[in-house]
């Protein structure tokens, strides 16, 4: 199967899958429930959104490890459950993908090093518990998504680095400020994002989250004007999220998303896949694009 960075390197545009959050709300996860259990209470339900997104196309899926450090599970009281939750993600996801790639999804601890509610140790030590789960599940790739801190972010890619044999990736999530630049909640801009990654040891970066495709490609364009070589992969929302009838929608359609798909592998997209409100629609259209260009 080879690596997915070898891939990106001889030229090929990839597509990824999309959100997993939402499509577990949509199938019953309820408010204050921990989702990665499902991975052992509802392994079939997860099991069918990972195969969704195989049959729309996707050339990886994604695990149901977001939430999978020790710091998240702790609250749901499942804190000694991490390698087993992790490793149930990724054997999902595995069987799920067939001859396709797993990537290995871990999010944000919730921590702030600055205000000093934890150590870099500690974090160290919880993102290598949970990388090692996952890829004792099988995951090819460890995709360390939604990050604001560059701290977090760094320590997260050296513990997967350092103990797992997988490709490690980073997205960071930005958001718009009214002055039109970039920036995560901690006030990192892209451009500041991509020599600390790779310095750390990403050999895939790019953004996730927080905007729909039309911002992402303005992300994408300042990644660029630092390192025009660096894999670049982006998960990008169905829009920006509107609250109707008493629930978040997310108003991209799938033809909406795809119609800027061009744009983005233009700017300098090599992987493009969906986060929030994104569905295997979105992810077929997609595919559609990046196959005829």
């Not at 990665?36 to 490890?65: C, H, Q």
């Not at 450090?69 to 939750?85: I, N, P, S």
């Not at 149930?88 to 797993?102: D, H, T, W, Y």
């Not at 569905?279 to 005829?292: F, L, M, Q």
Request: glycine share 12%.
């Amino acid at each position: 199967m080879g690596r997915i960075i070898d891939l990106v390197n001889k030229g090929k545009t990839l597509v990824s899958d999309g959100a997993w959050g939402t499509f577990l709300q949509k199938k019953g996860l309820q408010p204050g429930e921990c989702p990665e259990l499902w991975n052992i209470t509802k392994p079939n339900e997860v099991f069918e959104i990972a195969r969704s997104y195989m049959e729309a196309g996707a050339d990886m899926i994604e695990t149901n490890s977001f939430g999978g450090t020790r710091f998240k599970l702790e609250k749901y009281g499942l804190g000694d459950r991490v390698f087993e939750l992790n490793k149930a993600a990724a054997e999902i996801s595995r069987k799920a993908a067939g001859n396709k790639f797993v990537l290995g999804s871990v999010g944000p601890t919730g921590k702030i090093l600055m205000m000093g509610d934890v150590t870099e140790e500690e974090l160290y030590d919880a993102f290598k518990e949970q990388c090692l789960g996952l890829e004792a599940g099988g995951a090819d790739a460890i995709m360390i998504e939604t990050m604001t801190d560059l701290d977090e972010a760094r320590l997260a890619i050296q513990a997967a680095k350092e103990n797992t044999k997988c490709e490690v990736f980073c997205t960071m999530t930005f958001e718009k400020t009214v002055a039109g630049e970039f920036r995560s909640m901690m006030g990192i801009s892209p451009t500041e994002m991509v020599n600390t990654l790779i310095d750390a040891g990403a050999e895939l970066l790019g953004a996730n989250c927080g905007n729909g495709i039309e911002n992402m490609i303005g992300i994408v364009e300042e990644i660029r004007k630092v390192n025009s070589d660096i894999p670049v992969l982006v998960h990008a929302n169905a829009g920006m999220p509107i609250y109707q009838d008493g629930e978040t929608v997310f108003p991209e359609t799938p033809e909406e998303m795809a119609s800027r798909v061009k744009e983005i592998m233009v700017a300098g997209a090599n992987i493009i896949g969906g986060c929030c409100g994104t569905t295997p629609g979105h992810i077929c259209k997609v595919r559609e694009v990046v196959d005829s260009e």
